[in-house]
């Protein structure tokens, strides 16, 4: 069984469209993650969502829009694509408290051309 | 703010000898959790080992021990008898108890000779 999943694992897509990520969870977390994993392999998170409520946003631009739509799912929407956003962009999910380590989807790799 | 520091950007190690990935970090919570990740070229995260800042024993699980030095703020990896299948990026990551998000170190990529 799947722990983490995403879709799609590939994503190609034209300058300014708008695309969506889809991350679901079986494991009963509480907590969801967005990172972006840049060329050099630096791992950003985006958001981080507690219950259904968002609790981190960092400084993304805000053409990025969590979407969650219960506590298993956390979907991630980017409009107006542009060629910077190409990364690899992974969910994650984990209990609270500090002894609880995330669970890592296998990632999106999106291309933006 | 919390900070993870790896200033190792890249390791090499032979074959069935032990190899020791650096972590320092920074932080002013008064408890936090530790933890190294695994990413293979095939690009998944795979949870390593886990440290608490209040364990009194570094964690080990299988091939993999944590040497950690608190007052020194640091958490290195330590693997032993490298494998090939051990060339990968390593994380170290950090979480507090004052906040849900992880902060993850900038990696080291280790590449294991034959």
């Known amino acids: 069984d799947t722990a983490v999943s995403q879709t799609p694992k590939y994503l190609v897509t034209q300058m300014g469209n708008d695309k969506s990520i889809k991350c679901e969870q079986n494991l009963g977390h509480d907590t969801m993650y967005w990172y972006k994993q840049d060329s050099k392999k630096f791992l950003k998170i985006m958001f981080s969502?507690?219950?259904?409520?968002?609790?981190i946003n960092e400084t993304v631009p805000n053409r990025f829009s969590p979407k969650s739509p219960d506590k298993a799912h956390l979907n991630l929407h980017i409009n107006s694509l542009e060629l910077g956003d190409s990364a690899v962009y992974f969910c994650a999910s984990s209990h609270q408290g500090v002894a609880n380590e995330q669970f890592f989807g296998p990632g999106t790799r999106l291309t933006v051309l | 703010a919390q900070k993870i520091t790896q200033t190792q950007p890249g390791m090499f190690v032979q074959e069935k000898e032990a190899v020791t990935l650096d972590c320092t970090y920074d932080?002013?919570?008064?408890?936090?959790?530790l933890f190294w990740y695994k990413q293979p070229s095939s690009g998944e995260m795979i949870f390593l080992i886990y440290?608490?800042?209040?364990?009194?024993q570094n964690a080990t699980e299988g091939r993999y021990s944590l040497n950690f030095q608190k007052a020194r703020k640091s958490a290195n990896l330590v693997i032993s008898a490298s494998q090939l299948g051990d060339s990968a990026m390593y994380f170290c990551a950090m979480r507090g108890n004052y906040g849900q998000n992880f902060v993850f170190g900038p990696g080291t990529r280790l590449s294991v000779l034959p």
């Open positions: 440290q608490g800042s209040y364990d009194q």
């Open positions: 932080t002013s919570d008064p408890s936090y959790g």
């Open positions: 969502y507690n219950n259904k409520e968002l609790i």
